[in-house]
């Protein structure tokens, strides 16, 4: 009987990402639940960040371009959703809305960093991810210069009942967007989509030989990770209930990568680990640094460098990522149990 | 992309748990298991108004009083500014030496929000959410502390002493929660352009101005005394650049006599450079939160790597102060701030920003003073609301609190930069934000502090 439904499982990816997602969704439902405000809000933050990591991951891990501009993506997604809320617009279209114009955006960057490699590629997005918050004080009158705009927290529907924490709301948006994500991305990965896409990361020319079109499908990755993290730009906005230019700096692009790097790279449990290691990593490094009792200018910049030795120390000893390690010590369990699998294609 | 099989989704779902569980066990709990705070600030605030009238709120004890504020610790507006709250914290510790207030220790918990809105609206929940915060005071910032003024009015937590002069902190009405406290940036420019008037009629002027509410309440200001064809260039700037040369070349393009800077120290720093540079020695007027010379000199210093040391580029400036200079030695106020930071926070300068965070600290005593022992974060508002116009201390002009009206000081004097200090000099001057509305010569006193230092009820 479970050897059965192991089988229907293994032959539908659909199937498999419904249950993933079911799966998901009912332990980030019991998870809300029980945790304080304040612990539903950093699952908030968390949810965000995946989004944005998953996307860039799949864009890593599968396609093998890299991208230091999705700072810029999310803030793209962020202020589309934060002039449709003033517009008046509900929850649901308005993060629609901010996916589809970061898809849009995506397009042509997506074109241009087909056709780049290496640091050339590396250098591109992070113009993109330094000119594009700008754009916010070129036009104040419609984006609000440095201060940015307001949105109104949204409100959780009366059937709930009037004591539904707010914060509990949040994180079910957020929680709801990333598990979209997820649903999304694990169906791309595990189809011919995914398997051209790893073709053209492996070997560009093998893989055009065989009739891909590199530049097309690299665009396709890009602009799909893009899309992700202008989702992800548009809850960030929803949770914190603000967009400004000071919230997308270039700093944010590269703790991105960062989480990508740390968590996993190409692993959407990877991108897991990242997103928790973004909410909690400052908040602990903040603790760590203010146990010492130093002098105020050591102390503010202490959490920054805990923040960058952790990051050191991490790659020094997972150097495929804390999934990679995870992975590493389970299959040094589980090998006894190898031979029952089939060989592991490397991601 | 390598999760296959059953196997592997049970591994996603656990691996889920236990991240959530971390997140749920992980860093600071020590506050967050003691008062059940999962059910939400909202309910919790409304029971302790109606509960038990022994003055229970969150954040207060028979023994303690906590405070969060949040503060540019690190990135563009750290210098200077990042010596506020360790100032505040300072004066705190020398009124908790002397038995804190009603017997209860005053606690700040001071969070770094790098001038990023988001990391401000994130680390001000935190401070509500879980280390359960009376209030939070001192916020600084314009476009950070704007984004968390909402929630906390919706949260009912006290707002106090918000550390911009953003008008938009002023409308008791729509914000019951929310203090400003400083001179508003219109009342600032006011003040200033009304000298400029007197002094330097006929002359060209140039604005150069930070763009948010701080640079365009100034811009305002200055619009509202001088004569509209007199303002020959205003160029905008955003926080976060890193030159300022094309908007000072358009201003000295203009020709313009007077350069106006309503700028953060580390810009106005920039700008003299810049100007400096281009041969360009127009009259400097600078908003008081732009001028402090220990910070701009130190500044200077630095961003010239060496060239440039001492405040030589800032000599002459005009601008304008609330609070005695920190020169003014002979000043009781300034001997009194002077001994606390001597004795609790030797690391940083004695500067206008530490005398800043002092001064906003003395009042903040003195509004808890006034709420009496029995303390609620209401009564807090109440007492602020109905006694703040009535207190005097290093100010050197009344402030503006009533029910309708949350705005700080309504005024200043004017200043100058002579020999690397400021000096004020003239009448203290008052005004109101509103378009057209007179400045009026302030005719009271500055009374000396209590022999204690620490304000009585």
Known sequence: MFGRVRAVLRAGTLLRSVVLVVVAGLVLLFLTDSLSAYRDLQLADGAYYFCVLAGLTVLAGASGQISLGHGAFMAVGAYTAAKLSAAGWALTPELAAAAVVTLIVGIPVGVAASRLRGPYLAGATLAFAVGLPALADKF???????????????TPPPSLGPTFPLERWQAWIACIGALVVVFVLYNVVHSGVGRSMRAVRDDEIAASLSGLRVGRWQTLAFVLSATAAGLGGGLLAVVSGTVAPGAFPLQLSLTLLAGVVIGGLGSLVGAVWGAALLVLLPNWTTDVANSFSLSSNVSHNLPIAVYGLVLIV??????SGIQGGVRAIARAGWAGSAKLRPERRQA | MNFRGTKSLAYVGVMVAVVLAVAACGSSGSSSSSTGSSGGSSASSTSSSSGNGGGTAPGVTATSITFGTHQPLTGP????????????????????????VFGRQIHLIIKDDSYNPTTTVNVVHQLVLQSNVFGIFEGLGTPTHTKVVAYLNAERVPDIFVASGCPCWDNGSSQPYTFGWQPNYTIEGKILGQYLKQHFAGKKIGVLYQDDDFGQGGLAGIKDEVSAGSIVSAQPYQPGVTTLAPEITAIKAAKADVLVDFTVPIYTAIGQLTSFTLGYKPQLVVSNVGIDPITVGGLLKTISKGKASGTALIEGAITDGYLPSTADTANPWIQLFKKIHDQYDKSAPFDGNVEYGMANAYTLVQALQAAGKDLTRQGLINAINQKGASWTGPGLVPFRYSTSDHGGFNGARIGMVKGGQIVLSGPPLTSTPAAGSPITPYSGTQPSPPASGIPAG
Request: hydrophobic share 45%.
């Open chain 1, 140 to 154: 104040p009158s419609a984006f609000g210069g440095e201060n940015g705009l307001a949105i109104n927290p949204p």
């Open chain 1, 314 to 319: 991490a790659m020094l000893a997972w150097p």
């Open chain 2, 77 to 100: 507006a750290a210098p200077g500014y990042s010596e506020i709250a360790p100032a505040s914290q300072a004066f705190f510790d020398y009124v908790n030496a002397h038995g804190g």
